[in-house]
């Protein structure tokens, strides 16, 4: 195996059969039958073979999945049309009626919604638990335990889980781990360094991350990764192949984006630190993160992934700071979505207000003030001066 920026630009470029240098698309519904009918047989039930019918494969789709997999050192991948694909047919392959889910507070919104009310009308119990307390993991386990999911850093509040711990205890409790790995990027993170079975990935973010396609990526064995494909037959989630090709050619700068990213998220967020319209910075790369030594250990980089608490005694002033700095920033767009070229924002209790209620939003760490941030790869000056200006004249 090469190393990351190299397996980047190489790694899956066996199935591109033509002398393109760059893999074609391969812009088609399904594929000519082989007139040896032992090789068309094959072709029909082989795992991802790209040369059949779309739903089973795609030449791009397979070498987006080699590069995915050898960016997470696993065995196999497969990617899906989004992240949620990916999400929720990598825990349909694992859990059915009767099993039990431990998983976190702090989730993504559409992991939060899988679990809370598509699983539940399935017959599958879930417990959430506080992701900074290992030992609540542990409690939470019981005989019809099938799988632990986490998400380290998590959104919006960009706490850590122990992957380390989280790897340890399935293996002692014979229990399926997943982590979604989408913040960090496998070029900050690479959970399999810490024993965890499953990575799952909004590929529609970092590895992408040019904010022009939605996909999503699982990472595990190779026995594992065909039980998810065939979910897949049946659920239906295939990447189109025009967004795969999109994503092999994202792919190639992810390294070199991700580390551009998290110099700027550093100094942004030091920059941040230093002012005090910010009540608070929260940033995993800062030595004030409450888990900044834990995120040393399992992490490269601290991310593009920012959030900051403006000034403003009460709830109403908070939440009114937080609009009135997002009507006047300039360079970071008020978007949905995070790890593209360009610098976002958003405001959590406006955007979510619709899906969770109080509590939720306060287990989950959102607060009227807090302001979510995915820093880009313009010039970190730009940025800077742009908050400096959009903070100006905020009310205590
Ligand atoms: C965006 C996101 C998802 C969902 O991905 P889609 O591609 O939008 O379906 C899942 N997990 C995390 C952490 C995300 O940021």
């Known amino acids: 195996m090469s190393k990351i920026e190299t397996d ?10 033509t002398n393109a240098v760059v893999t074609p698309i391969f812009q088609t519904s399904t594929y000519y039958a082989d007139s040896d009918l032992q090789a068309y047989i094959i072709a029909a039930t082989a795992t991802k073979h790209p040369g059949f019918y779309h739903r089973h494969g795609n030449p791009s789709n397979s070498q987006a999945a080699a590069i995915i997999a050898s960016l997470e050192k696993t065995e196999d991948a497969l990617v899906l049309a989004t ?3 990916a999400i929720s047919t990598a825990i349909l392959a694992v859990v059915k009626a009767g099993d039990h889910v431990v998983t976190q507070h702090s989730l993504y919104s559409g992991a939060m919604l899988f679990f809370r009310e598509f699983l ?4 599958v119990q ?5 992701q900074t307390d290992n030992k609540a993991f542990e409690d939470a386990i019981q005989e019809n335990t099938k799988l632990i999911y986490v998400e380290t850093p998590s959104n919006p509040n960009l706490a850590i889980t122990d992957l380390a711990f989280i790897g340890e205890l399935g293996k002692k409790h014979n229990i ?12 900050n993170q690479q959970p399999k360094d810490y024993g965890i079975d499953v990575i799952v990935h909004s590929a529609t973010k970092y590895l992408g991350g040019h904010s022009d396609l939605t996909a999503g990526a699982v990472c595990g064995s190779k026995d594992y990764i065909h039980k998810v494909w065939r979910r897949s037959l049946t659920l239906g989630g295939s990447l189109s192949p025009f967004d795969s090709w999109l994503l092999v050619r994202g792919l190639k700068t992810l390294s070199m984006r991700v580390k551009q990213i998290n110099e700027n998220a550093l100094a942004l967020a030091k920059w941040f630190e230093a002012d005090r319209r910010i009540k608070y910075t929260g940033y995993v790369g800062l030595e004030s993160h409450p888990q900044y030594e834990l995120a040393q250990k399992q992490m490269k980089g601290g991310t593009g992934m920012l959030s900051v608490e403006l000034i403003g005694d009460s709830e109403e002033q908070a939440y009114q700071n937080a609009q009135q700095v ?6 970071f767009a008020n978007a949905a979505s995070l790890g593209g070229v360009e610098s976002l924002v958003v405001h959590p209790a406006s955007m979510w207000g619709g899906h969770h209620n109080q509590q939720q939003k306060q287990s989950g760490g959102i607060t009227a003030g807090m302001l979510r941030i995915s820093v880009g790869i313009e010039h970190i000056d730009d940025l800077i001066a742009d908050f400096d200006q959009a903070l100006e004249g905020l009310q205590a």
């Open 8 to 17: 980047l630009i190489h790694q899956g470029s066996a199935f591109n059969e």
């Open 83 to 85: 992240g949620m694909a």
């Open 120 to 123: 539940s009308d399935y017959g």
């Open 126 to 130: 879930v417990t959430h638990v506080n």
């Open 176 to 187: 399926t781990t997943m982590v979604d790995n989408t913040f960090a990027s496998p070029i």
């Open 326 to 331: 997002l009507n006047k920033l300039k360079i």
